[in-house]
């Protein structure tokens, strides 16, 4: 990139860098996605004519667990973005490193709950409970499985050397989408394992 | 890693150029060459649907390939036809109206193109494998499920592979995956333009001064982002009922067949705005152009554009007044139903008031955008009907719905796009079409319509049921039958003289001035067609239809010099790569599951390179 399209790329008439507003309408259009996928589970998680049912088998504690830490990785992206701002590569590195494991760690829970249920008959196939949840906790975890491997790009990409350019608007973009797979998983958490009480 | 694989492509001429093209105005001209090839197909489709029903108890087509072919005409020409040609005009008008040099992301504006030409393609496929989807545009479960549609006992390899790794599928799985990539190219285009109309607009472009044209566009391109991805939900359903087993549409196991009619239509209710919108831009700059007067209550435009959309979200269950969902929510979306002909009525009042006064040059365009309102104007008024309950259940699977969803469909769209292709072929092109054999086209459009459609009304009030491959004779349906024929007939005419027309205008020498109809917005400050790079210093915009201000008002207006240096972005191969390797992943639901694992591969492999290229712009 010259040094003159350089500039003119960060000329906007809002103000914001084109690809976090693109980030914005892609986390616009992702709402209306989990929306669909989240009325379709209110809707079927006690039509089904054959168990198991929500509250025989979700497990709160677990899940409980693995939110944390999710949650917990906004907070880690947050200081590697602060460290990719401030000009502090190797904090970028650690946290970013950080974000990622925080997200295997989701996903590795998500494995064992789906392991668990499948063993404990409940499949996609099993009754129309059982199709909602694994589509839109899968549809969840695909989410964060691309973000994962976002990271680990991002971090292998800096410590080749390859990150210079734009570095904190590109982490910047990642952040964004990362918070919102976390911030819609507080909708899911609430709406799939706490609505076992309602 | 990526230039060792790859040379960068440079030229501009040939075919390679096109494959790597990032230039909007080439996307767009290859998005509307793409779309009217489509609509041929679709049109053929529409002569043997009409060749069908021009006598009782007609042999013509079979019953499944008379479903066949209303399912393909239907999906054709929403999603292949008018969607694209309308993508078309934003691609190539839309950053010359903002005064900008390129869109926001050119690299996924060429693979929006390539997403939707290979989806496109795959889901004609089902002609060459010969199971075509028979479960109408709408796709209702539980049609869609294996139960009603299972298609044949063996794959569609054959013997190339072996029988485990492949399995039988139906039309309707084209349908399925054809549509879901049609979705993918239009939700990345959506994003792509929101943020090049927000972000990419000249200096003293602000929200009041951009074109009408400009502010449908972002209007529109908001209701696909946010409709697109929830018909993305329900058809992954489908697919997983179908594929997997999942239950989604299994009314044995707790299934309701109403979700997919929510779904569907919480989509494709704001999808018919998405239809109509954009050539109702393209009317508002053509009738005050050759009105020569400002539009009429340019704000009032802007704001009822906006209201269409908002109110066209939360009418859906209009399309399901028959369903028995209690007469509560049958009363609040028939009373938002009606509130939508009140932003409408605006536009309609608008576009007259525009025309008063003004010294009217009846050009082709002109025509078509006079034709424009009379012919919508009926589909409105057609359409406040429907929006009644008792008169709906009446109307309900008849002809008539299908005479009034072509007067806003044809009549609206068509005729929009028909006025927006006179007015700007000169900038696409460099060539004026013949004004003459424009209103030869103009006139036989007009007739063959009005002749095809004005009868489904009574055809529909006579109890004519849509979707049925005959009818017997007796009933008082010949005659208008016929007729609806012989009009299809007559525009099938006037296509043609619309193909010769470009033709003969593309051929001609005489070569189009850069404003060749005395014009208001800034794509006609620069030449016809413009260069690569759009404008050579990006216009200081100093008011609403800048460009007439400048040449008639400030007198300020200088053409552009003629040789600068502008660094554009360089053409990439990576989104084809990129659209071939998202079709993979779609054409594995179709073939056989490792489609979808190289499909995967590839896309990742692309995406890859396309981060770490060499990338200016």
């Known amino acids: 990139m010259t040094a003159a399209s350089h500039a003119e790329h960060h000329h906007t008439s809002l103000g914001v860098d084109s690809r976090k507003l693109g980030m914005w309408a892609l986390i616009a259009s992702e709402c209306l996605l989990f929306g669909s996928l989240i009325a379709t589970y209110l809707i079927y998680r006690s039509q089904s004519v054959a168990g198991p049912s ?145 | 890693m990526t230039e060792a694989v790859l040379p960068h492509p440079r030229e501009n001429y040939g075919l390679s150029s096109w494959l790597t093209t990032v230039d909007h105005k080439r996307i767009g001209i290859l998005y509307g060459v793409t779309a009217v090839v489509f609509a041929c197909v679709g049109g053929i489709e529409a002569m043997l649907i009409r060749t069908q029903l021009i006598v009782p108890n007609n042999t013509f087509l079979s019953p499944d390939l008379f479903n066949a072919m209303f399912t393909m005409h239907g999906t054709t020409m929403i999603f292949m036809f008018v969607m694209p040609l309308n993508a078309a005009f934003f691609n190539y008008i839309v950053p010359l109206q903002i005064g900008a040099r390129d869109v926001a992301f050119p690299r996924l504006n060429a693979l929006s193109y390539w997403v939707f030409l290979f989806g496109g393609l795959l889901f004609h496929l089902s002609f060459v494998t010969g ?45 399925i995956v054809g549509l879901q990539l049609l979705g993918l190219a239009s939700l990345i285009a959506s994003i792509n333009f929101i943020v090049t109309i ?61 979700l997919w009619q929510h779904l569907f239509w919480v989509f494709g209710h704001p999808e018919v705005y998405i239809l109509i919108l954009p050539p109702m831009g393209m009317v508002s700059e053509v009738l005050p152009t050759f009105s020569r007067k400002p539009l009429f209550g340019y704000p009032a435009m802007v704001y009822a554009s906006a209201a269409i959309a908002f109110l066209g979200f939360s009418v859906w269950a209009h399309h399901m007044f028959t369903t028995g969902m209690g007469a509560m929510a049958t009363a609040i979306f028939s009373a938002a139903t009606m509130l939508i002909a009140i932003p409408t009525g605006v536009k309609i009042f608008n576009w007259i008031s525009t025309m008063w006064g003004g010294s009217l040059r009846m050009t082709t365009a002109m025509w078509f955008a006079v034709g424009f309102l009379a012919e919508f104007t009926i589909g409105g008024l057609s359409g406040i009907m429907h929006a009644s309950p008792p008169i709906d259940g009446q109307h309900q699977d008849t002809y008539f719905v299908v005479a009034h969803f072509h007067y806003v469909l044809f009549g609206g769209s068509v005729f929009g796009l028909f006025a927006g292709l006179y007015y700007w072929f000169p900038k696409f092109s460099g060539r004026l079409l013949s004004e003459p054999i424009g209103k030869v086209h103009f006139w036989l459009t007009a007739i063959g319509f009005n002749l095809t459609f004005f009868p489904m009304h009574f055809l529909g009030v006579d109890g004519m049921p849509r979707r049925i491959y005959t009818y017997a004779p007796g009933f008082n349906l010949e005659t208008w039958n016929f007729w609806s024929s012989i009009g ?30 005395d014009a208001r917005t800034l794509e006609w400050a620069i030449a016809s067609p413009p260069p690569a790079y759009n404008f050579a210093s990006l216009p200081d915009v100093q008011a609403r239809d800048d460009f007439w201000y400048r040449k008639h008002e400030a007198k300020t207006f200088k053409p552009e010099p003629e040789h600068v240096h502008v660094v554009l972005p360089n053409p990439s191969y990576w989104p084809l790569i990129v659209g071939a390797g998202i079709t993979l992943m779609g054409a594995g639901f179709l073939f056989a599951y490792v489609l979808t694992f190289i499909g995967v591969a590839v896309t990742l492999v692309g995406a890859y390179g396309w981060s770490f290229a060499k990338f200016e712009g």
Do not use: C
């Open chain 1, 54 to 198: 929500p509250a025989q088998i979700l497990d709160i504690p677990v899940t409980s667990v693995s939110t944390f830490v999710l949650l917990m990785s906004s907070f880690s992206i947050v200081l590697a973005l602060h460290g990719i701002q401030s000009g502090d590569i190797a904090a970028f590195r650690r946290y970013i490193l950080l974000t990622a494991l925080g997200g295997t760690v989701f996903l590795g829970f998500q494995t064992y709950e789906f392991t668990h249920f499948v063993q404990s008959g409940l499949g996609f196939s099993t009754n129309v409970f059982g199709s909602s949840f694994f589509m839109l906790t899968g549809t969840h975890g695909t989410h964060v499985a691309v973000g994962v491997i976002w990271l680990l790009s991002l971090y292998f990409s800096s410590v080749r050397g390859k990150l210079t350019e734009d570095a904190a608007i590109k982490v910047d973009t990642m952040a964004l989408y990362w918070h919102f797979v976390d911030v819609i998983w507080i909708v899911i958490f609430t709406v799939v394992y706490l609505f076992v009480f309602v």
């Open chain 2, 131 to 175: 199971h075509l989807p028979e479960v109408g545009w709408f796709g209702y479960a539980n049609i869609t499920t294996k139960q009603f549609t299972p298609g044949p006992e063996v794959g569609l390899l054959g013997s190339v592979i072996p029988k485990g790794l492949q399995y039988p599928v139906s039309g309707t799985e084209f349908w």
């Open chain 2, 198 to 258: 927000l972000n990419l607009r000249a200096p003293g472009m602000t929200p009041m001064r951009m074109p009408l044209f400009t502010w449908v566009t972002l209007i529109t391109n908001f209701l696909l982002l946010l409709a697109l991805p929830v018909i993305t939900v329900a058809l992954f359903q489908i697919l997983l009922d179908r594929h997997f087993g999942t239950r989604f549409y299994d009314i044995g196991a707790g299934g309701t067949v109403m």
């Open chain 2, 488 to 517: 299809a007939y007559i525009t099938l005419l006037s296509a043609l003289v619309f193909f010769y027309n470009v033709f003969v205008s593309l051929r001609g020498r005489q070569k189009a001035p850069a404003d060749p109809w």
